[in-house]
């Protein structure tokens, strides 16, 4: 499976912004899929998880505010992320597993600033 993040750029804080994460592979087969991000300095942390149920989970921080989705038909993950704060902003990377095996995309980048 490998996996292409983008939709990334540079938003006013409040604003919002669409990740969008391509998937090549057998899409269905996948048992989890998640975003994380890593902001400079820090280490990378999770921020929502969709299982293969559709059952959804995220991180304190931004729950509410971040929405993670999927469309089969189109091999598609996203993240929507909602009144986007300073400390949103990193790199946001998806993730996919199947089985044993683990997927990582090669980033996106996110800056928050007014």
């Known amino acids: 499976v490998q996996l292409q993040a983008s939709g990334g750029g540079l938003v006013q804080p409040g604003g919002s912004l669409r990740l969008s994460c391509a998937v090549s592979g057998r899409f269905r087969n996948l048992s989890d899929m998640s975003w994380y991000r890593q902001a400079p300095g820090k280490e990378r942390e999770w921020v929502a998880r969709i299982y293969g149920g559709g059952t959804t989970d995220y991180a304190e921080s931004v729950k509410v505010r971040f929405t993670i989705s999927r469309d089969y038909a189109k091999s598609m993950l996203y993240l929507q992320m909602n009144s986007l704060k300073p400390e949103d902003a990193a790199v946001y990377y998806c993730?996919?597993?199947?089985?044993?095996?683990?997927?990582w995309g090669q980033g996106t980048q996110v800056t928050v600033s007014s």
């Open positions: 993730k996919a597993v199947s089985g044993s095996m683990s997927s």
